[in-house]
């Protein structure tokens, strides 16, 4: 069965500092994997998505992450974090065929000034 | 226009009650979801149906009662509401299945039995 790992709870980071949200996944097929943001008692919004294109994801605001299949990770990044980044994040996996996602157990970002 | 939406936005309610949260989406999906996330933000999902027929039904209790009477609507209805209910209720879309796409959420039910 397919899983996702994010490694850390809680990551706090400098406003302009690098962004750096770990997600490692367990699939025995190739999996579409997804990173999603929620805001304060909001939804969550779809940041960036792997569909077995590019390796290297670009997402909505001044995300990315990079499918590595050897290490069986997908973490994202942002270059400069901004206090507006701060929110819960959401690594997901869902394998070919499986109408569900299967969602990590969050990270959430802090932004120190 | 939104998207994915889901009322009501708040429910409070005391145990023993029945209760019904309902959701639409007008992106025109062939897939819905209901996804549960707990107090500590852990997201699982409850339900998933394809054109109106159930496709996932993830060991919940059968309290819970998922209703789709069209591609466009996905009701959840609760029987004997427990403590336990407590947490935000997420409605979901996708097409295919969200196998490229993903899936579009709802901004969530908060419910809180008492």
């Known amino acids: 069965a397919q899983s996702v790992t994010q490694l850390g709870s809680h990551v706090s980071v400098s406003e302009g500092a690098l962004v750096l949200l770990r997600c490692n996944y367990s699939s025995s097929v190739p999996p579409y994997l997804f990173w999603y943001v929620q805001y304060p008692n909001q939804g969550l919004q779809l940041l960036l998505k792997y569909t077995s294109a590019a390796t290297l994801v670009k997402g909505i605001n001044g995300f990315e992450a990079e499918f590595k299949k050897s290490e069986t990770s997908f973490h994202l990044t942002k270059p400069s974090a901004h206090m507006s980044d701060a929110a819960e994040y959401f690594c997901?996996?869902?394998?070919?065929?499986?109408?569900?996602?299967?969602f990590g157990q969050g990270t959430r970002l802090t932004i120190n000034p | 226009d939104t998207a994915v939406s889901q009322t009501p936005k708040y429910l409070v309610t005391q145990m023993g009650n029945d209760k019904s949260i309902k959701c639409e989406q007008n992106?025109?999906?062939?897939?819905m979801y209901w996804y549960k996330q707990d107090s500590k933000k852990f997201l699982k999902i409850m339900f998933s149906?394809?054109?109106?027929?159930?496709?996932i039904n993830e060991t919940v209790p059968n309290r819970f009662s998922p209703k789709s009477p069209d591609k466009a609507h996905l009701n959840l209805h609760i029987n004997s509401l427990e403590l336990g209910d407590s947490a935000v209720y997420f409605c979901?879309?996708?097409?295919?299945?969200?196998?490229?796409?993903?899936?579009?959420f709802g901004q969530g039910t908060r419910l809180t039995v008492v």
């Open positions: 979901a879309s996708s097409q295919d299945g969200g196998q490229g796409g993903g899936a579009f």
């Open positions: 992106l025109g999906h062939d897939t």
């Open positions: 149906y394809n054109n109106k027929e159930l496709i």
């Open positions: 997901a996996v869902r394998i070919q065929g499986a109408q569900k996602l299967v």
